[in-house]
Structures are given as C-alpha cells and as structure tokens.
C-alpha cells in the first residue's frame, strides 16, 4: 500500500514538474497576464523594475510603493504589414506580491480616423494568430523577459 501511494505521489510531482515547464514557454491563446518570478525580495524587485522601465523608454504614470504597484503611460506600438499600418497604443500595470510579479496590460485601438480620442481600450490578451494586439503582447513579453525572472507563466 505504501509502494503504491509512494508511486502516486511521484507521479503527480512528475506530472507537476512538466506542466510547471510547459507553463514557462509560449502564453497558451487568452492569457491576459504575465507572472514573473523573481529570486530576490519585493523591495529590491521594485526597485529593479523601476530601473527597467525607465532604461526601456516607458514612462511612469502612477507609482505606488506601499502597495508595490507600478503602472506605465500610454506607448505606442506599430504593427506593419504589406498594405497597411496599425497604430496602437498601451500601457503597463505591474503589481508585486513577495517576489511575484503580476503584469496586466491594457491596448488602445484607434478608430477608423486615426484618432485615438475614440479609442476603444481592451485588455491585452494573446492570441497566436491574427490578432492586433500579438505585436503588443510580445513587446510586453520581451520587457519581463529583459529582467531576468526565474520563471514566467501565464494566466486569464
């Protein structure tokens, strides 16, 4: 009996490892938000990121250091492809908890005029193919990945 439950619970940690892993590659289609792990505590995170995001060009829109909450202004992102330009624009919001930090963002659509006082703002959501805001997801991405998390994953 003990032979079996010993087998189980390797499994299931076997099992937990690879999902863990499975979890760190590419966002799965819808993910909403990026989770970064770091390896140091919240204040030197806060810190770091803060360092970070004025070194990658963002600027600051609301900081709060009591609740570990840094959230960026708008910046514009172009998406080209052979026939047309999309402009877009969006912002970060980066929450720490512990070491953990939580990134949500939030795109701006333009209408059809190019004028951005009629915008439409939705969460930045990935979705592999054809949708507007991969090439904004992807920017996201490529700034937590630029701090050196111990882990990423993704979640709705």
């Not at 003990?2 to 863990?20: C, M, Q």
Request: aromatic share 10%.
């Amino acid at each position: 009996m003990k032979s079996i439950a010993l087998l189980t619970l390797t499994l299931l940690l076997s099992f937990g490892t690879l999902f863990a892993q499975q979890m760190g590659g590419e966002p799965f289609k819808g993910a909403e938000k990026i989770i970064a792990r770091y390896d140091i505590a919240s204040d030197s995170l806060f810190n770091m990121l803060l360092k970070q995001i004025t070194q990658h060009g963002y600027a600051i829109d609301r900081l709060e250091k009591d609740s570990m909450l840094i959230v960026t202004e708008m910046r514009p992102v172009i998406k080209k492809d052979k026939y047309k330009a999309t402009i877009s624009k969006y912002a970060m919001r980066l929450a720490i908890v512990d070491n953990t930090l939580t990134l949500s963002s939030a795109c701006m659509y333009p209408d059809l005029k190019i004028k951005f006082h009629n915008a439409q703002v939705v969460p930045l959501v990935y979705y592999p193919k054809g949708y507007p805001a991969k090439p904004t997801f992807n920017e996201v991405l490529a700034f937590v990945r630029a701090t050196n998390p111990a882990s990423i994953a993704y979640a709705k």
